[in-house]
Structure formats: structure tokens, C-alpha cells
T-cell receptor, first 113, second 114 residues
């Protein structure tokens, strides 16, 4: 069974631009969560989607948004990029929203110049 | 608010020795804890978990200990191998936040010296 895949793996943007990251969960998994990982803050929860609906949301500004499609694939969007948005963005999938174990993808490394 | 921190940012051990990675958490009501391993260029990988009704849980070469009195977690790796070199995170799930509201520490980098 293929793992969680994320595209692109690396991305360079400039301040003010917007970016869209994609995540394909493990086949059969319906819950997708997004995390931001930085050296200073560690892993921080962004949001979770289940059945195309946002179920939980972390403490990030409205510039960070996401969505989930009927095939459980998810995208996250960051608008008006800031230097501080440079981070590794990780996607994790699990079977259902109430399941404990999450499986992480390799992440998308975003650099904002 | 909740916070999960790690006592040591780096740890170096000799191959074959046992490793102990520590973690402190602040929410005494948290009822579920997970240890993750993250290798360079990869996402975190689940290692072992423990619920608050347990003090100890063992896996293959790994043991997690939970001390609720002092709000402390530790991950013990037996006979550490070079493949164990990675960053290790502990994460807690406070109650009533949903299993996806994991709070992670910044991680401890474990280096195994051959």
C-alpha cells in the first residue's frame, strides 16, 4: 500500500505570493491533517479535514486555508506569504477522524524569500 | 496553555548502549502520548504510544515510561543502532481537543556513534 504522498517536495516563493500544497493520503484513509514544522516552534497543527469538511483547526491566521476533495486528497493554501512561513509542511492521514495513529508524508519544504 | 518540551536537544550514544530520551508535558489532563521518530528528509514515524492509565509500555527495543506525578515521559531504546539516529518527538493529546490536536515538542536529536 503506497504511503502518504506530498507534492511538490520543494518550493521557493517570494513574499506576498501565494502557494498551494497537495497531499494524497493512504488509500482508504479519509482524514487528512496538516502540520507546520519549523526549527523554533517544532511541529504545529494547522487543520484536519474529514469527508471534505474541516474538523479541527489550530492557531494559525486566516492566510492558511485548506480543502479536501471527494477522493480524500487535500490541498492547503497559504496566501500573502511571509518570511516566517518558511517551513516544512507535513501532511498526515489516518483511517477516520477518531483513529489515533497518523501516517505522515515526507513533507513539502517551502522557502519564502 | 499546553506545552510539550524536551529536556535535552541533542543526545549522543555509543552503538550498543541504551538511550533515554526525556520529555516534559504541562497539561496534567492529557490522556494520550505518542513518540515519533523523524529521519532526515522524511516525515515523523510513529514509534510507540501510551495512555494515561498506564505507566509503562514496551515495544520492540523501545519502552515508554509515563510518570504522571511529575508529568514526564521517557523513551528508552535498547541496544541503540546507527539506524536509530534521528530526531525524536514526544506529542501529547490534551482532552477534548480531538486526536489530531497533537502538541509536539521541538525534538531531541539522537546521534549514534559507531
Amino acid at each position: 500500500k503506497a504511503g502518504v504522498t506530498q507534492t511538490p517536495r520543494y518550493l521557493i516563493k517570494t513574499r506576498g505570493q501565494q502557494v498551494t500544497l497537495s497531499c494524497s493520503p493512504i488509500s482508504g484513509h479519509r482524514s487528512v491533517s496538516w502540520y507546520q514544522q519549523t526549527p523554533g516552534q517544532g511541529l504545529q497543527f494547522l487543520f484536519e479535514y474529514f469527508s471534505e469538511t474541516q474538523r479541527n483547526k489550530g492557531n494559525f491566521p486566516g492566510r492558511f486555508s485548506g480543502r479536501q476533495f471527494s477522493n480524500s486528497r487535500s490541498e492547503m493554501n497559504v496566501s500573502t506569504l511571509e518570511l516566517g512561513d518558511s517551513a516544512l509542511y507535513l501532511c498526515a492521514s489516518r483511517i477516520n477522524s477518531g483513529s489515533d495513529e497518523q501516517f505522515f508524508g515526507p513533507g513539502t519544504r517551502l522557502t519564502v524569500l | 496553555g499546553e506545552s510539550v518540551g524536551l529536556h535535552l536537544p541533542t543526545l549522543s550514544v555509543q552503538e550498543g548502549d541504551n538511550s533515554i530520551i526525556n520529555c516534559a508535558y504541562s497539561n496534567s489532563a492529557s490522556d494520550y502520548f505518542i513518540w515519533y521518530k523523524q529521519e532526515s528528509g522524511k516525515g515523523p514515524q510513529f514509534i510507540i504510544d501510551i495512555r494515561s492509565n498506564m505507566d509503562k509500555r514496551q515495544g520492540q527495543r523501545v519502552t515508554v515510561l509515563l510518570n504522571k506525578t511529575v508529568k514526564h515521559l521517557s523513551l528508552q531504546i535498547a541496544a541503540t543502532q546507527p539506524g536509530d539516529s534521528a530526531v525524536y518527538f514526544c506529542a501529547e493529546i490534551p482532552p477534548r481537543t480531538g486526536a489530531n490536536n497533537l502538541f509536539f515538542g521541538t525534538g531531541t536529536r539522537l546521534t549514534v556513534i559507531p
